[in-house]
């Protein structure tokens, strides 16, 4: 039986992991549960190096944030059989990727996440419970008493009763149980007056989701997989706002929307230390096979790797022809059914028509990597979500915000109530709704606890993307370091609220009780306010 926990985290993504730290740290009992049978969420299910600001080395995440990124250069360091000199790299980035200053496999991440977790579940604090999905949520009045739970193994079902319940699922799975007031997919722009929101709501407009995958190159082998079986329609594909077809190395700079050629080269021959990863002073995307390497072979002794290895996240392959939320169970197995088809059209389409730089097609070298992604055919777990439901909140974060052409490149709002910081791009990606990118110049912002406040319900609170942002500024609030931060605050919050006995509307609303609270974010490491930076 599992025990009955003080505080519940359904979803073991970024955010609910930092919440049942948080919330453990502090002394709680936690149950965490996850769908799949990895920790990690976006950072290892779903195969995405994290995406971060150009600072994140120096400030601007939480010190449990940094613990992670450095435990996971610590684990390529004592394992891994790396050359000298980037052993003695203190910013190492083990695979010399250029979406971020720290691109790794998603098993190492998941090695490292556990060790994070693993005090607390020898003292006995935390249950871990993989393969779960939510299926029912019990509320009275504006409490959520207790959601329940089905194993993915036998099918069993468990109750779970909490004093305080957390939404760190992917997709705000609890606020559609639990029937918490929450929004989906774009607002009008009369709701808010954001310059880039439709004239009309449409809540199945959501951003494209992907199927990421894992690859090694192997000249003169052929690992070309069956042909897909709607290869025909994806091959043909051309959207109206694509310069081209969709299985083709022409797309949009998602900041211009201007066509701009992507290149595609195997085992670059390019030293991997002299790779920069700064998104702010180029976005790194235009070749694709170095955009998101995780393994870069010759940052290792020689012969240690026959390949490097890299993640498909790229315009190819984000699939925006049905959303994922709102249409059901069964519109959303369409959707990632969808999605993995088209990954699998991209795989197959570089493997066997491509154009080579030598004037050839086709890369049959190409081989995915199952044992990257955990999976029996190389695909990631899940897809990549980019968006969520997201809780009315008693604070909304609109892009009058965020926008750096709105604030300035050194304004932003400063909220009284900050529980942290992120900054990124606001960027979106293709929707269902047939927007192409949406990429706007954004500020180093402060998450405001109003955000994490649902308007009604007193005892639950999010812990992911399914805070209290719109579908314009989610596109900043939704990356790796952010997520960690909100996730960090809600379990902060939710023990915090036990032990003194008030309820986060209190803290969030009351000057003194907030800056009770804001000491012991400041105590553990939470950074809730920005140096002099410019946005970008």
């Known amino acids: 039986m599992t025990p009955e926990p003080d505080i519940l985290v359904v979803g073991g993504g970024l955010g609910g992991v930092a919440a049942a730290l948080a919330a453990c740290r502090a002394g709680r009992t936690v149950v965490l549960t996850e769908e799949t049978d990895w920790i990690g969420g976006q950072l290892t299910a779903q195969a995405v190096p994290p995406d971060e600001h150009p600072w994140v080395e120096q ?7 940094r613990q992670l ?17 980037a052993l003695a790299l203190t910013s190492l980035n083990p695979g010399a990727g250029r979406v971020s200053k720290l691109c790794h496999e998603p098993r190492v991440a998941v090695a490292v996440l556990e060790a994070m977790l693993a005090p607390h579940r020898a003292a ?13 949520a019990e509320a009275e009045g504006d409490t959520v008493r207790a959601v329940t739970v089905e194993s993915l193994g036998d099918g069993a079902r468990h109750t779970l009763p909490a ?24 607002e009008s722009h009369a709701e808010y007056g954001e310059p880039h929101a439709p004239q009309t709501a449409d809540p199945l407009n959501q951003q494209g989701i992907t199927v990421c995958f894992a690859v090694s190159h192997h000249e003169g082998e052929d690992h070309t997989v069956d042909r897909p079986e709607t290869y025909d329609f994806w091959r043909s594909y051309r959207p109206d706002f694509w310069p081209g077809p969709l299985l083709g190395f022409l797309a949009p700079d998602p900041r211009t929307l201007a066509p701009v050629p992507r290149t595609f080269v195997p085992n670059p021959a390019a030293d991997p230390l002299a790779v920069s990863a700064d998104q702010s002073a180029d976005a790194g995307d235009k070749e694709l096979f170095g955009f998101r390497r995780i393994l870069a072979r010759e940052l290792h002794r020689p012969g240690a790797f026959d390949s490097d290895i890299t993640l498909a996240n790229w315009p190819l392959n984000d699939y925006w022809l049905k959303p994922l939320i709102g249409a059901g169970e069964q519109g959303a197995a369409e959707a990632v059914a969808g999605a993995r088809q088209l990954s699998l059209s991209v795989l197959y389409w570089l493997q066997t028509e491509a154009p080579r730089e030598d004037g050839g097609t086709g890369f049959p070298g190409l081989r995915l990597r199952p044992d990257v992604t955990g999976t029996p055919d190389g695909l990631a777990k899940s897809p990549y979500v980019r968006e969520s439901r997201r809780i009315k909140a008693v604070t909304t974060v609109t892009e009058h915000d965020v926008s750096i052409d709105l604030v300035g490149p050194y304004g932003g709002t400063r ?5 942290g910081v992120g900054n990124y791009r606001i960027d979106l990606h293709p929707s269902t709704g047939g927007d192409n990118y949406i990429d706007i110049g954004s500020v180093p912002f402060e998450i405001p606890l109003g955000a994490l406040v649902p308007r009604r319900v007193r005892n639950l609170l999010p812990a992911g993307k399914n805070i209290g942002t719109t579908h314009i500024t989610n596109g900043c609030y939704r990356l790796h370091p952010v ?54």
């Not at 006995?124 to 029912?136: D, F, K, N, S």
């Not at 909220?415 to 529980?419: C, F, I």
């Not at 609220?497 to 986060?504: F, I, W």
């Open 59 to 65: 400030f601007g995440t939480t010190a449990t944030y």
């Open 163 to 186: 004093r305080y319940v957390i939404d760190a699922t992917e997709t705000g799975d609890l606020l559609e149980l639990a029937g918490v007031e929450h929004a989906l997919g774009a």
């Open 124 to 136: 006995g604090r935390l249950t871990v419970l993989l393969r779960h999905r939510p299926v029912a």
């Open 483 to 536: 997520e960690w931060n909100i996730g960090e605050a809600a379990g902060a919050l939710a023990a915090h609220c036990l032990a003194e006995g008030v309820e986060p509307h209190q803290v969030q609303a009351e000057d003194k009780r907030f800056e009770t609270f804001a000491a012991v974010l400041d105590r553990a490491g939470v950074q809730r306010h920005w140096p002099d930076v410019r946005g970008y």
């Open 69 to 85: 990124r450095e435990s996971i250069r610590a684990y390529y360091r004592q394992w891994y059989p790396m050359r000298a000199e």
């Open 415 to 419: 909220h009284r109530d900050s529980v």
